[in-house]
């Protein structure tokens, strides 16, 4: 006959499996991130919650997408995450004319910026294993035109689920 566990080992046990659980979700399947800046006006406001799918882009056949709101190492210090909107995918020559984004000589539409500025670059084409993002909030952001591109292993995943504050809870993109 066996002797039953004190339950103070019962409790201890569920605690360490809860916290391994909890760091392995972390670190390879979701993440929760908050937005610090206005630069993603007016989709994300300053304070704003975000869950993050750190999978998704590892799945066999699906790559990040034009318009999608990603998170990403940003690329001038890879120890603090970012958020902004890919506009440029590898191979896409993407040029901004007056405050207007053109991908492969078409303007995209872009009913999302509120805040646009009369910023131009000439053409550049984005090199393999690379992304364009920029904020939604043109006039307040510091993005791909300032710092060039993010690479593909920066690329965290899709913003997907706002969940704070409780008014503006629902999907994003």
């Not at 566990?5 to 390879?28: G, H, M, N, S």
């Not at 500025?117 to 952001?141: H, K, Q, W």
Request: charged share 20%; glycine share 8%; with cysteine.
């Amino acid at each position: 006959m066996s002797v039953p566990k004190p339950w103070w080992r019962d409790v201890l046990e569920t605690v360490v499996y809860a916290i391994v659980l909890a760091l392995l979700i972390r670190a390879f399947v979701i993440q929760a991130f908050w937005i610090p800046s206005g630069s993603m006006l007016p989709a994300l406001e300053p304070g704003d919650r975000v869950m993050v799918l750190k999978f998704w882009y590892h799945l066999p056949k699906i790559h990040p997408k034009r318009g999608q709101i990603v998170v990403f190492k940003y690329p001038v210090d890879p120890r603090r995450d970012f958020v902004k909107r890919l506009i440029g995918l590898p191979g896409d020559k993407v040029e901004i004319i007056g405050g207007r984004v053109f991908v492969n000589d078409r303007e995209i539409a872009e009913p999302y910026v509120q805040h646009p500025d009369n910023f131009t670059m000439a053409p550049e084409v984005i090199p393999a294993g690379s992304y364009f993002c920029l904020g939604d909030n043109r006039a307040n952001s510091q993005d791909s035109r300032f710092w060039g591109y993010v690479k593909t292993d920066f690329m965290r995943g899709p913003a997907v689920f706002r969940y704070w504050p409780p008014g503006r809870i629902g999907l994003l993109n």
